[in-house]
């Protein structure tokens, strides 16, 4: 993570987002490089954030230490929303980028009385939370009831980067739901039809993106 100051049309997109900036104290721009963990669960978390640019995926950890995919978050979401509201001074959820994600950083232990009396801010805030457990929610129905080349598809669409599909694997099996053996048998059917082509390293091609999202259902879809 950079920790940079923030610039003035970085400041106008928090307070067009409705963060409280005037009232705020140490506003930073945080930047992240693809992969990079901008929160884990379990973690201290310092800073309360609003995701400026860029894209990022939550998981949940299971006892069992599997990761099960929550939802994606994008430009003009909040991370630490939860925990701001629960009182708590770790992370809930792991979060981590896509792309190079850049976002308005509040730090915490000194601006969470602020921003828990701000009732504009509170309304946006609990606006987000619904808009999260939404797709929370649908995305752990898509787990049970949508058949894997379906959830693979939608994945690989959600998180490819100029047309490569490059994510761990193991760590993809467990997001969505299934065993790193079913996840190498679906991938080699997806290429076998031409909608994908093996690379090397575990890097996948994207060779038919219509179709790969087709076959997706917009499951997992930023919206």
């Keep these: 993570m950079k920790q940079l100051p923030i610039s003035e ?12 900036v005037d009232a705020l104290s140490g506003l930073f721009a945080l930047h992240f490089a693809p992969g990079e963990s901008i ?22 950890l299971a006892e069992n230490g599997r990761e099960l995919l929550l939802c994606f978050s994008q430009a003009g979401d909040l991370i630490g929303d939860l925990e701001l509201m629960l009182g708590t001074a770790t992370a809930e959820t792991s979060i981590r980028a896509i792309t190079d994600v850049v976002c308005a950083g509040v730090p915490l232990a000194r601006n969470r009385e602020t921003l828990r009396t701000d009732t504009a801010f509170l ?53 969505i739901g299934t065993s790193y053996r079913h996840l190498l048998r679906a991938l080699e059917r997806l290429a076998s039809e031409g909608l994908i082509a093996h690379t090397g390293r575990g890097r996948y091609r994207i060779l038919n993106a219509p179709a790969l999202h087709a076959r997706g259902k917009g499951l997992y879809a930023l919206v």
């Design 9 to 20: 049309e970085q400041r106008r997109m928090a307070a067009a987002a409705g963060l409280p």
């Design 123 to 175: 309304n946006h805030a609990g606006a987000a939370l619904a808009g999260k457990l939404r797709n929370s929610t649908e995305n752990c129905s898509h787990i049970i009831l949508y058949p894997l080349e379906t959830r693979l598809c939608a994945y690989i669409a959600a998180t490819a980067r100029g047309g490569m599909f490059a994510e761990p694997l193991t760590e993809t099996a467990d997001l």
């Design 39 to 60: 929160c884990t669960a379990g973690q201290p978390l310092a800073f309360f954030m609003l995701v400026l640019s860029g894209r990022a995926k939550a998981s949940v």
